[in-house]
């Protein structure tokens, strides 16, 4: 290993990593928020707005990341729509994270007993009260550990930017190794980066989930409601 050689290109891996994080904020940023209108239009059941909900969760569960950016960056320009690498990186890590964090969202609300939007509506409550206030909290809570994982897993799909000519750290990596072959250094420096960025991120997720856990949400019974 080549010391001397990872210590000059270090400042390369904290650029890229620097961009990766950007990439990653907006990108699983707007993944929630597509999530959770996407979750609230199967919940409402709006005929024809669920069927497309029902289609692009299809769509982009059972399609690579890698090929969405491709239609993206190669696609669009054919019929002029021409995106930087960025904006390609952004809507891509959107549109496939918009799909789990929508699993997400509607899984929690279907853990919310029955009970509470049932006592919701006893007390006067509105049905959007009800649901804005008392069961996305809920659902919310219980589906901590789902957004999570999902979170770390939108992070780690990064890698694959580098195919749209992003600057990102797997670019950097693979750059390194075709001009000076130092494989086993550039490969390192790219686990290292990851796990200065994930490892952090992943110790903040659990500590949430035991805090969720202690205030009394995760543990919801349907049958008792606690």
């Known amino acids: 290993m080549d010391f001397g050689f990872m210590k000059s290109h270090i400042p390369l891996y904290v650029e890229a990593a620097k961009m990766t994080m950007k990439i990653s904020l907006f990108g699983i940023v707007l993944a929630i928020l597509i999530g959770l209108i996407c979750s609230l239009i199967k919940t409402l059941r709006i005929p024809i707005l669920k069927l497309l909900v029902n289609i692009y969760i299809e769509i982009s569960r059972n399609t690579p990341l890698l090929i969405q950016l491709f239609f993206l960056y190669f696609g669009l320009p054919k ?41 919701g509506l006893s007390l006067g409550f509105t049905k959007r009260q009800v649901f804005f206030h008392i069961v996305l909290p809920q659902a919310i809570a219980t589906s901590v550990p789902v957004f999570c994982a999902n979170i770390i897993f939108l992070i780690k799909e990064t890698s694959v930017f580098s195919a749209v000519a992003l600057a990102d750290l797997m670019f950097v990596a693979k750059d390194l190794i075709g001009i000076y072959y130092k494989t086993d250094e550039a490969l390192f420096l790219l686990v290292m980066a990851y796990l200065i960025i ?23 019974s349907p049958i008792s409601g606690n």
């Open 79 to 119: 019929i002029g729509i021409v995106l930087s690498s960025e904006s390609c990186a952004i809507i891509g890590l959107a549109f496939q994270g918009g799909s789990y964090m929508a699993e997400a969202f509607r899984t929690g609300i279907d853990n919310v007993a029955p009970i509470q939007t049932e006592s």
């Open 198 to 220: 994930l490892l952090p991120l992943s110790l903040i997720c659990t500590w949430i989930e035991r805090r969720v856990r202690y205030a009394g949400f995760g543990n919801t």
